[in-house]
């Protein structure tokens, strides 16, 4: 059965930094594509950052290039999310999600199959 379990949320200072973890389980990470989705109160859910299975080629949105990273540790079955230079507007709950696909195209929320349950990120002086 696959499980997702996000951590490493929490309230941050505008231009801190927070790191996000998805451990997954009944799966192996590197046959799927991952990704990082948010969802801020009253707004849709968008795709933050996704990862290919295999070559690990990347697709990140616009509002965080530059500033986020993903990674992936195959040997701990577990992708992360280093938030760098924080923004009020980054504020919302973080979501890891998994998918069989080689790719989640556009990384577009509506295509994964498995969803973490999520974990709040704040970013407020």
């Known amino acids: 059965q696959v499980h997702l379990v996000e951590s490493g949320g929490g309230l941050v200072q505008p231009g801190g930094s927070l790191r996000l973890s998805c451990a997954a389980s009944g799966f192996t990470l590197d046959h799927y594509a991952m990704g990082w989705f948010r969802q801020a109160p009253g707004k849709e859910r968008e795709g933050v950052v996704c990862i290919s299975s295999g070559d690990g080629s990347t697709y990140y949105a616009d509002s965080v290039k530059g500033r986020f990273t993903i990674s992936r540790d195959n040997a701990k079955n577990t992708v992360y999310l280093q938030m760098d230079s924080l923004k009020p507007e980054d504020t919302a709950v973080y979501y890891c999600?998994?998918?069989?696909?080689?790719?989640?195209?556009?990384?577009?929320?509506?295509?994964?199959?498995?969803w973490g349950q999520g974990t709040q990120v704040t970013v407020s002086s």
């Open positions: 999600a998994a998918d069989r696909a080689h790719m989640i195209g556009y990384c577009s929320p509506l295509i994964p199959d498995y």
